[in-house]
């Protein structure tokens, strides 16, 4: 289900694309069509509410033949468009690169969270501006997390906070005053000692190599439980070497960075 907010984004998506109007579209005379949009390459599925939305926001009849959170293959048919031709071509870009940027962040988060297993993957903060909400729903049916919604959801102290409130410690003083939940930043396994030690009830493991890494999650797990996650730096190519160290969670910005988009055509008839 789609939010309002949703909606509207992807509205100003097709208007934005559209501009004062479709001068090439408008030279084709008036005809009722049909088209299927085809997968070009095998893939996780997102996106497909999206696009069908757009379609008949814009007065089109759609049919999906596909599911999102879905793998589909090469060549698969995973939607069926039909109404006005001018309609069509008004919509049928905008609603095929929000699918091809979905699809693309749900394969990435399925490939990672398949090689990570048991262990829990997620998207940080490096999304693209504008477009995070999608990104955050294709993780999700990618079986990754989405990370915070913004920055109002928790508290997470990063270095240039702790920095500027007095260090470690105090950062978590301040943060236990008025939040149940949040989580420090830390890089190095000193710091995420002081961080255990002061009760962080979550501790950021960032940018540190597999054996640095490995030795903080067992000072960690000395005496406390604090909610372990591995970021920075992490790809599918290392991924494996840091789920064996069994945090709960391990966040990468890869997952959006290096996502690539899906191609998807749209075949008339």
Known sequence: MLTAAVKEKLIAFVRDDVGKGDVTGAL???ADCSAGIVAKKSCVLAGLEEAAFIFEKWGLDTEALERDGGRVRKGAVVMRVS???????????????????????????????????PVRVALTRKTTPG???FEKKAAVLGNALPHRADLSEMVLLKKQHVAAMGGITKAIMAAKNKHGVFEIETATVA????????????????NMGVAEAKKAILEIRKGGNATVEISGGITLANLKKYAALRPEFISMGSLTRDARGIDFAMVMG
């Open 28 to 30: 084709v005379p008036l």
């Open 83 to 117: 109404g006005l031709n001018r309609k069509l071509y008004e919509t049928e870009r905008v609603a095929l690169n929000v699918m091809s940027r979905m699809s693309g962040v749900a394969t990435e988060c399925a490939k990672a969270a398949k090689k990570a297993a």
């Open 131 to 133: 477009f995070a909400v």
């Open 191 to 206: 710091e995420a000692v002081e961080a255990a030690k002061a009760g962080a009830p979550m501790i950021m493991l960032d």
